[in-house]
């Protein structure tokens, strides 16, 4: 059923309680990633009352720090986390503990989903965090572990009527800035600046996800991934090649980010040029490599 029904054409589904997993709470990451390094994305609370057409970084681009699980873990003790909105975003967990858990590794042949693309990711942070409106080029599983999140979802064929970063974008700020994000909040909707809006609003699917639930997410789909609640929210996403492959060739979403690519491409030579020539190379070296 899954596979006629959602793989073949795309659409997404959550699995209720499909992972049986300890609760990934801020204890339990401790006593397994503790010591672990990982990349704090300093976000900030203003970022999300800005018109989004005058943000200068996207994703990867934020402002970010390298700290411990156990120092990410006392700012969200100590309402940093919240106050600055500070968030673990597609913090890759190959190399601990964590990615071998037996229940995770059953989840590619429960979607049928055989080709990994990369491995377990976290995404974890205060209640309050919001992961902008964007798709992916893979098809994804986002793994619910602790607290709840709420996803909002538009399909594929909405791009337009989601206002996109325009392409053009990439010339001046790289990857910094992306254009598989929309500019338009779907808690907030402007119709007159973003007329196409309402037509977008039609085609709008919304979901609670509960520690255990897994959300099936397929190639192109927009969704926008908020933390609820005051205390600490925890998930782990993977991303597949999409099957059948013809999904992905036929939607211009996904060509539109192979060009995004090849646009970034001239600033980022740029960008790693000048960081070879810096005192600090390493770690701005580093910091282009990130933007990746
Ligand atoms: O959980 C999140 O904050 C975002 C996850 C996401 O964007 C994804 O799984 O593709």
Request: positive net charge; charged residues 20%.
């Amino acid at each position: 059923m899954f596979i006629q029904e959602h793989q073949i054409p795309g659409i997404p589904v959550v699995l209720r309680h499909g992972v049986s997993e300890p609760e990934w709470n801020l204890e339990y990451l401790e006593s397994k990633i503790g010591s672990e390094k990982f990349l704090c994305r300093f976000y900030g609370q203003e970022r999300q009352t800005l018109d989004k057409r005058k943000w200068q970084t996207i994703g990867s681009g934020i402002a970010a720090k390298c700290l411990s699980f156990f120092e990410y873990a006392s700012l969200v003790r100590s309402g940093e986390a919240h106050r600055d909105d500070i968030y673990l975003a597609k913090c890759p967990l190959a190399t601990t503990s964590l990615a071998n858990s037996p229940s995770l590794q059953a989840l590619g042949p429960q979607f049928n989903l055989h080709k990994a693309m990369t491995d377990f990711n976290l995404w974890a942070g205060a209640g309050g965090h919001v992961e902008s409106l964007h798709y992916d080029t893979f098809d994804g599983t986002l793994i619910q572990l602790s607290g709840q999140k709420r996803v909002v979802l538009f399909p594929p064929a909405q791009l337009s009527n989601l206002y996109p970063f325009p392409l053009m974008g990439h010339l001046h700020h790289g990857l910094k800035l992306r254009s598989w994000f929309s500019q338009v909040y779907p808690d907030k909707p402007d119709f007159e600046t973003f007329p196409g809006l309402e037509e977008a609003f039609k085609h709008r699917y919304e979901v609670i996800l509960n520690p255990g639930d897994v959300l099936y997410l397929p190639v192109g789909w927009w969704h926008e991934v908020s933390a609820l609640g005051e205390g600490f929210v925890c998930s782990a996403n993977r991303f597949w090649a999409v099957f059948p492959r013809r999904r992905v060739l036929s939607q211009w979403s996904s060509w539109r980010t192979y060009f995004a690519f090849l646009l970034s491409m001239p600033f980022m030579s740029l960008k790693f040029a000048q960081a070879l020539m810096k005192p600090n190379r390493k770690e701005e070296v580093e910091k282009v490599i990130r933007m990746f």
